[in-house]
């Protein structure tokens, strides 16, 4: 006999997934407005801000460089590359 989990772990592993990735895109795109200056008093851009802040919060500020920019990117992409990792890591465990 063979055990098969069927289409709902499938689907959960489908949401897991697209959870971690749009985790992930909320913060590449604020480390891209930050890159290119974006105007910070613009509603969306606020809005990215303060959600790549509450999802990156354990990461923000953990590195130290000089330069501010390279604060926000090591810190926020750690924690894109994180959720994204961990995310499909996740969501392959649950498929198999």
């Given amino acids: 006999m063979s ?4 289409k709902g772990s499938s689907t959960a ?8 990735d749009i985790m ?4 590449g795109l604020w480390i891209l407005m930050y890159l290119l200056d974006a ?6 851009v606020e809005f990215v ?3 790549a802040r509450w999802l990156a919060g354990w990461s923000y500020d953990l590195f130290t460089f000089d330069a501010a ?3 926000v990117v090591a810190g926020y992409g750690l924690a894109a590359v994180v959720y ?6 996740v969501a392959g465990r649950i498929r198999h």
């Fill in 3 to 6: 055990y098969s989990r069927g």
């Fill in 13 to 20: 592993a489908r949401v897991i997934a697209v959870v971690a």
């Fill in 24 to 27: 992930a895109f909320i913060i």
């Fill in 39 to 44: 105007n910070r008093g613009n509603d969306l």
């Fill in 49 to 51: 801000q303060h959600s």
């Fill in 69 to 71: 920019w390279a604060r």
């Fill in 84 to 89: 994204l990792f961990v995310g499909h890591a």
